[in-house]
C-alpha cells in the first residue's frame, strides 16, 4: 500500500473510532465499519475520495477494521479502549507529520474537560487544503 494511503488509512481509522466514541458518549464500544457506514451515512466522511475511487469498498472495509483494532494498542493501559482525546491526539501526532505547504504552527494546549488531570501541550499546524 501506498505510503500516502497507508496514512490516509491510518487517520481515517482514528475519526471513525473518536466519531463512534462520541456517539457512545464515552462508553467502550467494539467499533464495526459497517456499523459506522449506517450510523454516519458512509465512509465518505471519513475518507478520501481518492481513496473510495480506487479501492473495492470490501477491501476498504477490512483495512480499516484491521487498523482499528492495530489502534485499540494506543489505548492508556488497562483500557481496551482509547478515549475521544486520545484519538484525537494521535491524530494530530500523524497529521504534524505529514508534510504541508504554507502552514503556520500555533501553539495549542488541549484540556480534558471530564477529568482533572493535566492539559496537553501541542504545536498545531493550519494549513490550506487544495483539491484540483
Known amino acids: 500500500m501506498d505510503l500516502k494511503y497507508d496514512l ?8 471513525i473510532q ?6 457512545a458518549a464515552g462508553r467502550p464500544v467494539k467499533i464495526s ?3 459506522v457506514e449506517k450510523e454516519f ?3 465518505s466522511k ?11 469498498e470490501k477491501e476498504l472495509r477490512k483495512i480499516l477494521d484491521q487498523q482499528i483494532k492495530q489502534n485499540e494498542s494506543l489505548a492508556s493501559p488497562g483500557e481496551k479502549y482509547m478515549s475521544t482525546l486520545q484519538c484525537k491526539l494521535h491524530y ?3 497529521s504534524a507529520e505529514m508534510f504541508s505547504y504554507g502552514g503556520s504552527y500555533f501553539d495549542a494546549e488541549l484540556v480534558d474537560n471530564d477529568t482533572e488531570g493535566p492539559s496537553l501541550k501541542k504545536v ?3 494549513s490550506f487544503s487544495y483539491t484540483g
Open 92 to 94: 494530530l501526532n500523524l
Open 124 to 126: 498545531c499546524l493550519v
Open 41 to 43: 451515512g458512509g465512509l
Open 8 to 15: 490516509a488509512i491510518k487517520l481515517a481509522a482514528l475519526q
Open 33 to 35: 465499519v459497517r456499523q
Open 46 to 56: 471519513f475518507v478520501t475520495s481518492d481513496l473510495l475511487h480506487n479501492m473495492r
Open 18 to 23: 473518536q466519531k463512534a466514541m462520541e456517539a
